[in-house]
């Protein structure tokens, strides 16, 4: 059974920095893809960025290109959010998820199967 968990999320200053984690376990494939995705109240989920496990293809959402930066470490089967110049829109709980992909990764909320708890990130001064 494949587990997530986030951490990571806090509070932040406009113009700030924040890195997520997700650490995943139970994979039975070495083909997959974790995704990051935020829901802000009264909002829609919305996709962020993925990556591929076994190519590396990274996909972000419009709002975030330039500014977000998504990573991984296999060896500690872990994926990182870098999230830079944040403002007070990226406000919201963000989710990691996983996909059963070969190659690449798609940022469709209903192609992933498996998501983690969440973590609140706020952006205010």
């Known amino acids: 059974q494949v587990q997530l968990v986030e951490s990571g999320g806090g509070l932040v200053q406009p113009g700030g920095s924040l890195t997520l984690s997700c650490a995943y376990s139970?994979?039975?494939?070495?083909?997959?893809?974790i995704g990051w995705f935020r829901q802000a109240p009264g909002k829609e989920r919305e996709g962020v960025s993925c990556?591929?496990?076994?190519?590396?293809?990274?996909n972000y959402g419009d709002s975030v290109k330039g500014r977000f930066t998504i990573s991984r470490d296999n060896a500690k089967n872990t994926v990182y959010l870098q999230m830079n110049s944040l403002k007070p829109e990226d406000t919201a709980v963000y989710y990691c998820?996983?996909?059963?992909?070969?190659?690449?990764?798609?940022?469709?909320?209903?192609?992933?199967?498996?998501w983690g708890q969440g973590t609140q990130v706020t952006v205010s001064s």
């Open positions: 998820a996983s996909q059963i992909v070969i190659f690449g990764c798609l940022l469709h909320r209903n192609s992933f199967g498996s």
């Open positions: 139970g994979f039975t494939s070495a083909y997959y893809a």
């Open positions: 990556i591929s496990s076994s190519d590396g293809r990274t």
